[in-house]
């Protein structure tokens, strides 16, 4: 068995990967080679890259694609989008051009607040540190004025700090929590600062407070962090065409059609199992472009699927109804993005997605993100109403199958047409491709 391995950070990458591939792989001068393939040719661009984690072996190519045609608040948009599911970007581009003819998506941003918390134990009289807190509040702006002094300039900066009594849910347990204005930053660096300098002051100014007992000068600082629950930190995005457009199907009406997809939405209104995956079809589009901005994808989710249950149980982040002959479809939810600081003014990738995406402003990126969800999940769901969600998804994955199955570039065209007419599975593909190879 291999051993543990100490100092391996230290190690340059070369003997990184002779470890990692000695160790743990059958062919370790194959699997050298695969890791090489990914590196990029461009010396720099590939350091840039060994920097951003520890322990860099190579990197992972996810693809991306382009989802052209969104109108936005009237603006026209080519989407990337980075994610390895075959047919979301076909998925979104086909809502894209719906939508297009039908006045666009409108979307606008309901709040940008962030929130942090000091988290901390204090075993005493309450009343006591409620004055304690009134002492302590401007003390707490003011030690930190340093860091926040170019984000002030911004217009952003801290906007209120309240003391939370939790004591009720954890014994001494009690909170400072922060909220934030940060501009084009998403503000993870900038809160967490604030936060940590927060809970220097009040250990400090606690420890120096005449009515605390020798006792109650002893706060305990738990830990400082921002959270990734944002609840007012959220866009709304919308469409609306009157019924009759909603022709989408050969078998249905377009009032039966509207009334289908409204019927699935209230499905996954009331059915956590299928809110999941009624969420997890817009998360496909939402951290598609969440990850080509170079944002930080996992704070999205979380915070994403946290409103999702903010009443208690996990719903559908869409919405639909008809009024008036109009079929309204709409998705209101938090994104915590940026557009400076980060991934976005290093990675030449993410920077170049920024410029297609006309520069745009945190706000503009939370609307563009919400969109991008709530056109997939118009897809998804018009889909799964009318010819079932199987017909567009293998199509899209016939050429994975393919390549799977070692198909040269005449069997793949050969197929890829004989699949325009006849249903695709991995069995039907692989007897076609003996069939013609025969
Ligand atoms: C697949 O990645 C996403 C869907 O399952 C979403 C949905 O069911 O709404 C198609």
């Known amino acids: 068995m291999t051993k543990p391995i100490s100092g391996f950070s230290k190690l340059t990458k070369e003997e990184k990967i002779d470890w990692v591939t000695e160790s743990f792989t059958q062919n370790a001068a194959q699997s050298k080679k695969i890791l090489q393939t990914y590196w990029n040719q461009d010396k720099s661009v590939q350091q840039l890259h060994d920097e951003f984690i520890e322990n860099t072996i190579t990197n992972l190519y996810v693809p991306q694609g382009i989802a052209p045609n969104f109108l936005i608040n009237d603006t026209l948009y080519a989407i990337p989008m980075a994610i390895e599911e075959s047919s979301v970007i076909a998925a979104a581009s086909k809502a894209a051009k ?3 003819k039908r006045g666009g998506f409108k979307a606008e941003i309901l709040g940008t607040e962030k929130v942090g918390q000091v988290h901390f ?31 002030k300039k911004r217009g952003g900066g801290i906007t209120n700090i309240v003391l939370k009594d939790k004591t009720d849910e954890l014994d001494h347990y009690f909170q400072l929590h922060a909220t934030f204005e940060t501009k084009d930053a998403m503000g993870a660096n900038f809160i967490n600062s604030c936060l940590e300098q927060f809970a220097t002051t009040l250990k400090k100014e606690a420890a120096q407070f005449d009515a605390f007992s020798t ?43 509207a009334e289908k997809i409204i019927q699935a939405i209230k499905i996954a209104k009331v059915e956590p199992y299928r809110a999941v995956t009624h969420n997890k079809g817009i998360m496909n589009g939402i951290d598609a472009v969440v990850l080509a901005t170079g944002n930080d994808f996992r704070a999205v989710e979380a915070g994403v699927h946290a409103y999702a249950c903010k009443d208690g149980q996990y719903r ?45 402003s945190a706000k503009e990126l939370m609307q563009i993100v919400a969109v991008a969800g709530l056109a997939q999940n118009f897809a998804a769901v018009s889909s799964l109403v009318t010819t079932g969600i199987q017909k567009g998804h293998m199509k899209m994955h016939l050429l994975n199958i393919l390549n799977q199955l070692g198909a040269n570039e005449n069997e793949k065209a050969t197929l890829v047409k004989h699949f325009k007419t006849n249903p695709v599975s991995h069995h039907a593909v692989e007897s076609q491709l003996s069939i013609i190879r025969k």
């Open 98 to 100: 719906f939508w297009l």
């Open 121 to 151: 134990i204090f075993k005493g009289d309450t009343k006591k540190l409620d004055s304690f807190f009134t002492y302590l509040k401007p003390l707490l702006l003011a030690e930190s004025a340093s860091l926040t002094t170019s984000m």
């Open 215 to 257: 006792k109650e000068k002893d706060v305990e600082i738990v830990m400082s962090i921002l959270s990734n629950y944002v609840p007012n930190c959220t866009v709304r995005a919308e469409v609306s065409c009157p019924v009759e457009d909603l022709n989408l199907s050969a078998e249905l009406t377009p009032q039966h059609t």
């Open 316 to 360: 559908s982040l869409t919405n639909a109804k008809i009024e008036d002959g109009i079929f309204k479809f709409w998705i209101e939810l938090p994104l915590a993005l940026g557009t400076v600081g980060g991934l976005t003014n290093l990675h030449p990738l993410v920077k170049l997605n920024l410029e297609l995406l006309q520069r745009p």
